[in-house]
């Protein structure tokens, strides 16, 4: 992991690159606009191939406790409380997320569900467990660019298998639900 400030600078470049993906999966860039992000990006492109580490090393996604975990793949999730039967938090889909008419696409919703869902299956030291289902219900259309609420709820504890369940809502309207088993992995499974 790297030292306090430098994971400091790191979180920020991961929220500068989200703020990047919203405006450019929103924006009809001009073809020299085009042309220039491409330089800049096969430049950055060799500059990382430079520091290409294990999976072990990276950073993307480890920084535990910021919003989001320093990555970008899923919307950003921030938990406001957590605790062993359950957690909540804010997330809020970007325009990167968009799928039509104003509505997040579909496929972004199970990311942030097994996120935050996942989180509860792993307190207790339950860490060696991996989805086994995810099932989402969408019941209202789950709007972007503003913060909704989501939470988490254990349902229930059987040997090795953990059902979590979790609710995603925009004030009053329950915009998707789902449930997922996590099972925990016996020993010596990768
Ligand atoms: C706690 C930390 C949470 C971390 C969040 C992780 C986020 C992830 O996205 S992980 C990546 C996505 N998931 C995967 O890649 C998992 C791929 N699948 C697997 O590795 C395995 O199938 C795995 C580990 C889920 C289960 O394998 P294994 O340990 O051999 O379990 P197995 O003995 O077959 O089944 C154990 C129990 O679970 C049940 N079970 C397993 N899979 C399912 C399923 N899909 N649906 C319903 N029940 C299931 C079995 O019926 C069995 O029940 P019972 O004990 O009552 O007979």
Redesign the pocket.
């Known amino acids: 992991m790297p030292d306090e400030a430098s994971a400091g600078d790191y979180a920020a470049m991961i929220e500068d690159l989200r703020g990047f993906l919203d405006r450019l999966s929103s924006a009809r860039p001009s073809p020299e606009a085009v042309r220039c992000l491409r330089e800049a990006l096969t430049g950055w492109s060799a500059e990382l191939d430079r520091s290409q580490v294990p999976e072990h090393d990276r950073v993307f996604g480890r920084l535990a406790g910021l919003p989001g975990r320093g990555q970008t793949m899923s919307p950003r999730l921030e938990i406001v409380e957590t605790g062993p039967d359950g957690s909540r938090g804010t997330v809020r889909f970007g325009r990167y997320h968009l799928g039509r008419n104003g509505a997040a696409h579909g496929g972004s919703i199970p990311l942030v569900f097994?996120e935050i869902l996942?989180q509860v299956?792993?307190v207790n030291g339950?860490?060696l467990?991996?989805?086994?289902?995810l099932r989402v219900d969408y019941r209202s259309i789950t709007p972007i660019d503003r913060d909704l609420e989501i939470s988490a709820r254990l349902v229930s504890v059987?040997?090795?298998?953990?059902v979590v369940a979790g609710e995603l809502r925009d004030g009053p309207v329950l915009c998707a639900e789902a449930e997922a088993?996590?099972?925990?992995?016996?020993p010596g499974?990768p």
């Not at 088993?181 to 016996?186: A, D, G, K, P, T």
């Open positions: 097994d996942g299956a792993r339950r860490s467990a991996r989805t086994a289902y059987t040997g090795r298998k953990y088993l996590f099972v925990e992995l016996r499974r």
